[in-house]
């Protein structure tokens, strides 16, 4: 009799040991990891670009680590602030994996660091089935998105922990329906706090730091009723309160511009999935 092994579950099982050990290796620093995903385009770089120069100027030791298939410019955006920060180049590959991102921060991160801010690559389907050993994960979409987004992308609103909603200032210009859109992620994701933004007028600014203090601090996280589902199905996504875990291994090598650059491949690849496509646990409206 013929076995039938999904390499997919495997794959994801593999992924969630590495995101445990790399929980607990923050945590054991007095860290967090703050995972952000969004379509391209949503205007992630630049609330990031705000939320740390916040955190510099109230003194609140942060990092950020941004990836990108090509291009440095989200780090270099993001060094303004004044924070480290830590460019990935993933030629090609449409997510981050926990194992990836352990390697990058092995000594790189400062000792001190409280927040890790980890900007992933601009996609709302694959990175959604990554847990990154994160204790707060946000999904963004901009005004300019339309309402019925996380309908379209139902794993990766709704195994949010927090939805950021931003361009907010040209909501009424687009006939963005704020009341429609609330709606859909509580469909999708029901009692999960939704904040709106706004980096050009500062509309919110400051609050997504505010929300990953606090859960730092001990603070309640919103689980997520997907997360549950899966949680009882075997395969956790990292979202919830449940967080303890572990270490992560990389080697950066700075190039003298206020960040650090790190590429993927000039390392040992540890897939041994097909990718960039075609992860388990996505709605079938989800596989491309």
Sequence with gaps: MCRVVDLQQAVLAKNDRSAQDLRAGLAARGAIAVNLLSSPGSGKTALLESEL?????????VAALTA????????????????????VLTDGLCHLEAS???????????????????ENVGNLV?????????????????????????LKYPTAFGLANLVVVTKADIAAAVEFDEAAFRANVQRVNPGVEILLTSARTGRG?????DRALAVRAGGPVHLPVMARQAATDGHTH????????????????????????EHPHDQEHDHDHPHPHGHAHLPAGERS
């Excluded at 120069?53 to 030791?61: D, F, L, Y």
């Excluded at 090509?70 to 602030?81: G, I, W």
């Design 238 to 261: 990292g979202t919830g309160d449940d967080h303890s875990h572990g270490h992560g291994h990389g080697h950066g090598h700075s190039h003298g511009h206020g960040y650090s650059h």
């Design 68 to 87: 990108d298939l090509a291009t440095e410019n989200d780090a270099t955006r993001l060094a303004r602030s004044g924070v480290p920060v830590k460019q």
């Design 100 to 118: 990836m991102l352990g390697r990058y921060l092995d000594g790189w991160l400062p000792e001190a660091t409280e927040l890790l801010f980890v």
């Design 126 to 150: 694959c990175p959604a089935s990554y847990d990154l050993g994160e204790s707060l994960r946000v999904a963004l979409a901009a005004v300019t998105e339309g309402e019925d987004k996380p």
């Design 205 to 209: 600014r400051g609050d997504l730091l």
């Design 53 to 61: 120069t916040i955190a510099r100027e109230r003194g609140v030791p």
